[in-house]
């Protein structure tokens, strides 16, 4: 694991510890540092960052907190605050 990913390891832990405070401000620009590392270092993101952060308004979901999340036929819908709404297909 190279220093970017820790680093963005950490500074998701950070965001979602922000975001269950009610710190959301804070939890989107640890959001946005990383979406930043990892363009610069050419690194991917983790698929649980990208399923816990929302790509509208760059906060840290979390379920009952500023997120709702549903289950559908096939499918888990999970909605922002802001209005934004992902799918994610499950079996």
Not at 47 to 70: I, M, Q, S
Not at 75 to 90: E, H, K, L, M, N
């Amino acid at each position: 694991m190279s220093i970017a990913e820790e680093r963005i390891e950490i500074l998701f832990e950070l965001a979602k510890a922000q975001a269950s405070n009610g710190e959301f401000d804070r939890s989107r620009e640890y959001v946005r540092l990383a979406r930043r590392i990892a363009e610069r270092n050419r690194c991917g993101l983790s698929r649980e960052f990208k399923r816990y952060t929302c790509k509208r308004c760059d906060v840290a979901l979390r379920p009952g907190r500023n997120a709702r999340v549903r289950l559908a036929t096939g499918r888990i819908v999970i909605r922002c605050d802001c209005g934004a709404t992902q799918r994610y297909p499950y079996k």
